[in-house]
């Protein structure tokens, strides 16, 4: 009986874990410790999986089986303010959100199994964001050019977590789990269905979890983690691109000692970025702070 369990149990961890076919080289980067600064969250937040700074507070999200919602928090004390919600949206994967001068963007384009076709972002004003607990929002869906086959397991290239908002235009950037590259992705900011555009791919050496933009639109973060046995995070700075092209641009990388999953990050002043984590089996999530 023991050795059958022993078995079943075997079975179960196999059919649970992802099957990795690479594994990336992340020697030769410098490494930081995020030692400073960290903040408990509110457990209401505790999938905590995208990042946004409207004046002085922050707003984040829930991923999977979340509330198709919004949560407002003071990264100084960690303190919930609000909560607003999308009026007939659905939460399927929100994983990451963006804001440009108007609009928030929010992406409900988790794919983790490659196998979803109802991928799409959420489209709401900032001011009504801002003085509302509901607000209307529109929808933008697409697919993916490259895209023919719909998966049921990680051995894909078609996840994405990952979205910044520049010059009338969203761009995506995937979450390759069989390469652990990324593929940059633009769509129209308007409502209606698209089938995204592919503009280039970059060997990022891991899998991408966020990404944002500096207030002047002159550098990009890109966070992500090496997934496998536990998470090692990174996040690659990258300047200097040509047009539209993100990943035509000077890059540069910082591997992070605190295995954390990894998954909002945002641009706080012109000295530090803001980094937010997962619970992780039960705990708080996390804010840390990283310095430039």
Known sequence: MRLLYSILISAIICACTPEYRVTPDISGFEMITLDTARLKLSKS??????????????????????EPALYQFDPSSGELIRKVYFKG??????????????????????NNRGNRKDLGIYKARIQDLMNNDEVESELITFSYPDQSKFYSGYNHNHDCE????????????SKNWQNMKTKLYSLPNISGDYVASLIDSFDVRGTLTAATLSDDMTELYLLGYNPGDGFDPFVWTVSDWEGDNFLSGQMNRVNITN???TEGIVMANDSTLYISAEHEGGGYPILFQMPL
Do not use: C, P
Request: glycine residues 8%; hydrophobic residues 35%; proline residues 0%.
């Open 45 to 66: 937040i505790d999938e905590t999986s995208g990042l946004v700074k409207i004046d002085d507070t922050f707003w984040t999200h829930n991923d999977s089986g979340g």
């Open 89 to 110: 949206a659905k939460n399927v994967d929100w994983e990451d959100i963006s804001i440009d001068s108007t609009y928030i963007y929010a992406g409900n384009f988790g």
């Open 162 to 173: 990952s979205m910044i908002a520049y010059n009338n235009q969203l761009y995506l950037f």
């Open 259 to 261: 295995r954390r999953q």
